[in-house]
């Protein structure tokens, strides 16, 4: 029997190639016979670069750049298999997770770093970049990734502006002089799962900017400098960015690679589904299993077991979803892809217990089913 595993990282736990390797290791004391193919995925969140590159075969380049308060951090992107394409999280840049809780300060933050890996991958040669912008600490609107690259934001003295949130009311002129003449040669596909205006109740700073320790006033401000960067971007480079859909994400960044970059937004699983020739492996395989750390009815909203599910069916092949935990609604699920959800954990325990023993309680999933498989 064919097999073939497509799981989502375990949050706070396991890589997507772990959680592969792990139910390998089960499936494998049920019967060496089976033929097991691990493509790890995910859907443009935390862990897709190693996920990405684990699937073509692909490497890592570390980097150190400056992080969200501009104090240097040690960053990486991935290049996949093609040897073409590089892709980046911006999280590990000008992620949230690089500051401690009392640091995060929409206000001063900046997504520079983010531009400065863009500029390392071209100085390397990938015309291609694929950027995951989750995670982000930022609400600069991409200014601070467009400066890395070139641009220059000037206030009213002529003076370039600091490319952070606090001082996009500042920007009086948008300098394009100096901008890497090859990113206009570079293909930039932006990783976006939602659907965020760039401003308003919708928009970045009023549905995100409290998560990075925004207040109500800041909030305000926030939202008003978005809104008058959209309009010196509509003067300067003729691009209408405030009301797309996706152009809230990561602080404004999906809009900031729109205008800055001519980057087009697309779902990530998507992204991740077509770069990895999932459709190929789903074809080649006789069951397909997939996972991540949580299932629940949200699950069939674009998350990656769901993408991995629509990819299996169009091949008629079963799918099986397992996770540590089964949230509200999951039998919902049944009806959308998936013929069998199953949780991992076989006994009471804690948070801390089941990440503890994640490894071993995925490779017992694994037996389980190899056992289950033997009498289909």
Same mark, same amino acid.
């Given at each position: 029997?064919? @097999?073939?595993? *497509?799981?989502? =990282?375990?949050?706070?736990? !396991? &890589?997507?190639?772990?959680?592969?390797?792990? +139910? #390998?290791?089960?499936?494998?004391?049920?019967?060496?016979?089976?033929?097991?193919?691990?493509?790890?995925?995910?859907?443009?969140?935390?862990?897709?670069?190693?996920?990405?590159?684990?699937?073509?075969?692909?490497?890592?380049?570390?980097?150190?750049?400056?992080?969200?308060?501009?104090?240097?951090?040690?960053?990486?992107?991935?290049?996949?298999?093609?040897?073409?394409?590089?892709? @980046?999280?911006? *999280?590990?840049? =000008?992620?949230?997770?690089? !500051? &401690?809780?009392?640091?995060?300060?929409?206000? +001063? #933050?900046?997504?520079?770093?983010?531009?400065?890996?863009?500029?390392?991958?071209?100085?390397?040669?990938?015309?291609?970049?694929?950027?995951?912008?989750?995670?982000?600490?930022?609400?600069?609107?991409?200014?601070?990734?467009?400066?890395?690259?070139?641009?220059?934001?000037?206030?009213?003295?002529?003076?370039?502006?600091?490319?952070?949130?606090?001082?996009?009311?500042?920007?009086?002129?948008?300098?394009?002089?100096?901008?890497?003449?090859?990113?206009?040669?570079?293909?930039?596909?932006?990783?976006?799962?939602?659907?965020?205006?760039?401003?308003?109740?919708?928009?970045?700073?009023?549905?995100?900017?409290?998560?990075?320790?925004?207040?109500?006033?800041?909030?305000?401000?926030?939202?008003?400098?978005?809104?008058h960067l959209a309009e010196k971007i509509k003067q300067y480079l003729n691009k209408d960015v405030e009301k797309l859909p996706g152009a809230g994400a990561a602080g404004g960044l999906g809009a900031g690679f729109v205008a800055f970059a001519n980057g087009k937004l697309k779902s990530g699983i998507e992204i991740v589904i077509e770069e990895s020739g999932l459709a190929s492996h789903c074809k080649w395989g006789d069951i397909v299993i997939t996972g991540e750390g949580k299932i629940d009815f949200q699950t069939k909203y674009g998350k990656t077991?769901?993408?991995?599910?629509?990819?299996?069916?169009?091949?008629?092949?079963?799918?099986?979803?397992?996770?540590?935990?089964?949230?509200?609604?999951?039998?919902?699920?049944?009806?959308?892809?998936?013929?069998?959800?199953?949780?991992?954990?076989?006994?009471?325990?804690?948070?801390?217990?089941?990440?503890?023993?994640?490894?071993?309680?995925?490779?017992?999933?694994?037996?389980?089913?190899?056992?289950?498989?033997?009498?289909?």
């Amino acid at each position: 029997m064919k @097999i073939l595993i *497509a799981s989502d =990282s375990f949050k706070d736990c !396991l &890589s997507g190639i772990k959680v592969g390797e792990y +139910l #390998t290791e089960g499936l494998k004391l049920v019967s060496p016979d089976f033929e097991v193919r691990n493509i790890p995925m995910g859907d443009g969140g935390e862990g897709t670069v190693l996920a990405m590159v684990a699937a073509t075969g692909g490497k890592i380049v570390k980097c150190r750049v400056k992080g969200p308060l501009f104090n240097y951090v040690d960053s990486y992107y991935g290049v996949l298999g093609d040897n073409k394409t590089a892709v @980046i999280e911006m *999280a590990t840049a =000008s992620g949230i997770e690089l !500051l &401690s809780a009392n640091e995060r300060n929409p206000w +001063l #933050t900046t997504t520079y770093g983010t531009g400065q890996l863009v500029i390392d991958a071209i100085e390397r040669g990938y015309n291609r970049i694929i950027c995951c912008i989750g995670g982000s600490a930022t609400n600069d609107g991409g200014i601070g990734m467009a400066s890395a690259i070139g641009y220059r934001f000037l206030n009213k003295k002529g003076d370039e502006v600091n490319p952070v949130g606090g001082e996009l009311q500042l920007i009086e002129t948008i300098d394009m002089s100096e901008v890497d003449k090859r990113i206009a040669q570079t293909e930039f596909i932006i990783a976006c799962d939602v659907n965020n205006p760039l401003t308003g109740k919708d928009g970045a700073a009023y549905v995100y900017a409290p998560q990075k320790g925004a207040d109500a006033q800041m909030v305000a401000e926030l939202d008003n400098g978005l809104h008058h960067l959209a309009e010196k971007i509509k003067q300067y480079l003729n691009k209408d960015v405030e009301k797309l859909p996706g152009a809230g994400a990561a602080g404004g960044l999906g809009a900031g690679f729109v205008a800055f970059a001519n980057g087009k937004l697309k779902s990530g699983i998507e992204i991740v589904i077509e770069e990895s020739g999932l459709a190929s492996h789903c074809k080649w395989g006789d069951i397909v299993i997939t996972g991540e750390g949580k299932i629940d009815f949200q699950t069939k909203y674009g998350k990656t077991p769901k993408g991995v599910a629509d990819t299996a069916k169009k091949f008629g092949k079963p799918v099986i979803a397992i996770a540590g935990t089964l949230g509200d609604n999951y039998t919902e699920l049944y009806n959308a892809g998936f013929d069998l959800i199953y949780s991992i954990i076989d006994k009471p325990m804690n948070l801390e217990e089941a990440l503890n023993e994640a490894p071993q309680l995925i490779k017992n999933a694994g037996f389980t089913i190899g056992k289950m498989l033997l009498f289909t």
